[in-house]
């Protein structure tokens, strides 16, 4: 099954920061000379992903065929093997899609100028745009349960470099005394989890924005755990 | 397909309190007079359904095959069917054992004698612990969208008064000053994205124990919504 993932695919920490981008670090010049895939085959291959995450979060994985995919798309199941191999290649693009600008995110979470509460806002903000895109619903919706066969693994080590983010973030601020003594990998399984529920309730274009939500969270997450001012 | 299904289960507000009463009311006796099944029947059943329920958590609802059942439980196919009519009956009478005593629980939380938060904190552990046994997994790992097409709704019906009696709580406490002025539904979605996040990570015989994880979450939350002492 692992052959028909890209190569660069499995290296953890993509550092894409658009759909389209990614999609092209994933099928990179291969070392004999074969001619690049144009834009208009990757947006194509965008474009399937994008209505397979869709077809896969709202109905399950499980209920989406390949030729239910290519219904959608009104295109032939013959034509929709050009772009993409099966099911699970799909279904792990569009993870990979997930990813976002995520990884630039987490780096910037580096940055010690700004306190601790401040990036942890920050990243909450970047995490749930990214969740609440066709791509994030797909992977909190469905899950990289049925990717569990694949070798790899880069979807789950991505996710436990986001957990180990946020946790590192706490931990900086218990020791600058920003943060009350707390155990980090709860603090950051309640963010994760508050954030990880959103995508099966929210509705866009209802009266709350994504920033609005994230916001009532950090208001009661941060003066939760900060120190109390001395 | 809501045929197999008794009439009282789809009663809200089951006041179940332990897994073989709760079956027992699944299969309430008919206004024909037929012989009610014994209790060696009803404990077989709830058997059935615990490792239903642990294999859908742990595999899959889509992986689980009713052989695969019958396999685990060294019975034959046929001897099942003597209990269950089919897979989409099991799912939904483990999701109606995970409620356990959560209809108790939502008639205490009325009790204004108790402060809000601390009724909240109350509520957050009875929902917790229903949520980490074998039938409360299932409900979270596996949720209720495979019985989508069945009539009825009760467990969306259930789950929609659980919010609402968090939601009351918080309105409870904002009005009587013990909480500050908040959202009642995002502080309802954060505390159970958090609680529902927990069945896919915990490990029981861990290090935490189910009440210390709630109580770590549940001084986070409420320090977080606490009004400021006067």
Redo the contacts between chains.
């Keep these: 099954m692992s052959d028909h993932l890209p190569s660069t695919a499995r290296k953890p920490g993509l550092t894409s920061s658009a759909p389209s981008v990614v999609a092209a670090e994933l099928d990179p010049p291969t070392p004999r000379k074969r001619k690049a895939p144009g834009p208009r085959h990757e947006d194509k291959r965008v474009a399937i992903l994008r209505t397979a995450a869709q077809l896969f979060a709202d109905n399950?994985y499980?209920a989406t065929s390949l030729d239910k995919i290519a219904d959608q798309l009104g295109m032939h199941k013959a034509t929709l093997y050009h772009y993409v191999s099966n099911k699970e290649s799909i279904l792990y693009q569009c993870l990979v899609l997930s990813f976002g600008n995520l990884d630039a995110v987490m780096s910037e979470m580096e940055d010690r100028s700004v306190p601790p509460l401040q990036r942890l806002r920050q990243f909450a903000h970047s995490l749930a745009l990214a969740q609440n895109n066709v791509f994030g619903r797909c992977l909190v919706l469905v899950g990289s349960?049925p990717l569990d066969m694949m070798p790899g693994g880069e979807i789950r080590q991505f996710q436990r470099r986001l957990d180990e983010t946020v946790r590192a973030l706490i931990v900086e601020g218990i020791a600058d005394g920003s943060i009350k003594p707390?155990?980090p990998g709860?603090?950051s399984?309640?963010l994760?989890?508050?954030?990880?529920?959103?995508p099966r309730?929210y509705q866009e274009g209802g009266k709350?924005s994504i920033e609005q939500?994230v916001d009532?969270?950090m208001?009661?997450?941060?003066?939760?755990?900060a120190a109390p001012r001395r």
């Design positions: 399950g499980e349960r707390c155990h709860l603090v399984s309640m994760f989890g508050s954030l990880n529920w959103v309730w709350l939500v009532s969270f208001d009661v997450l941060t003066s939760g755990i």
